[in-house]
């Protein structure tokens, strides 16, 4: 089975932009969850869909955003991109999201915002 | 809210040796699961051990093992026989079993360096 894929790995993009990241989960995995990650605040879950839709949130603003399509695969946006926006964007598949289902993670999307 | 917390930034140690890596949590749920995860350099994040607070007996894969304190809301991570591969970021990870809410929380991470 092809593990979860991130497209594209590395972005470059300048403040006040807008970005469109994109994750293929694991074929038959329903669940995508987005996290961020940077050196001083470690992971930081930005949210869950399931079944096309959203179904946990972190605490970010709302420029950011995602949506999933009915194969499961999800993107996620962020609109008027700041210098802190710059971080390594992670997503992760599960069967249903629930209980001990284990998370698979993409190999990550690398945003720097200049 | 839920906290967690990995207080050792980096840790080293010798190739066969044995090392302990930190984690601390907080929370007032009864019921979550643990988990530990590794991010080898320029690799995906993989699942190493993972515990359900509701089990006394301390989770073990092989080499990886943890000591699960529950009253402490201690959850370390042991390895043994530390191997060259297993150099990586070691994230600590709590995830609520609120209904509606299974939303991982991690932790700052721990970076191991393994000498050899």
């Known amino acids: 089975k092809a593990g979860v894929t991130q497209t594209p790995r590395y972005l470059i993009k300048t403040r006040g932009q807008q970005v469109t990241l994109s994750c293929s989960p694991i074929s038959g995995h329903r669940s995508v969850s987005w996290y961020q990650q940077t050196p001083g605040q470690g992971l930081q879950f930005l949210f869950e869909y399931f079944s096309e839709t959203q179904r946990n949130k972190g605490n970010f603003p709302g420029r950011f955003s995602g949506r999933q399509f009915s194969n499961s695969r999800s993107e996620m946006n962020v609109s008027t991109l700041e210098l802190g926006d710059s971080a390594l964007y992670l997503c992760?598949?599960?069967?249903?999201?629930?209980?001990?289902?284990?998370?698979?993670f993409g190999p990550g999307t690398r945003l720097t915002v200049l | 809210a839920q906290t967690v917390t990995q207080s050792q930034p980096e840790m080293s140690v010798q190739e066969a040796e044995t090392v302990t890596l930190s984690c601390t949590y907080d929370?007032?749920?009864?019921?979550?699961?643990l988990f530990w995860y590794k991010q080898p350099p320029s690799r995906q994040m993989i699942l190493v051990i993972r515990q359900e607070a509701y089990k006394q007996q301390n989770a073990t894969e092989n080499r990886f093992s943890v000591n699960f304190q529950k009253a402490a809301k201690s959850f370390s991570l042991k390895i043994s026989d530390s191997q060259l591969g297993d150099a990586a970021m070691y994230f600590c990870a709590y995830r609520s079993l609120t209904s509606g809410t299974y939303k991982y929380i991690f932790g700052t991470g721990t970076r191991l360096k393994v000498l050899a």
């Open positions: 929370t007032s749920e009864s019921d979550y699961y």
């Open positions: 992760a598949s599960s069967l249903e999201g629930l209980d001990l289902d284990t998370q698979y």
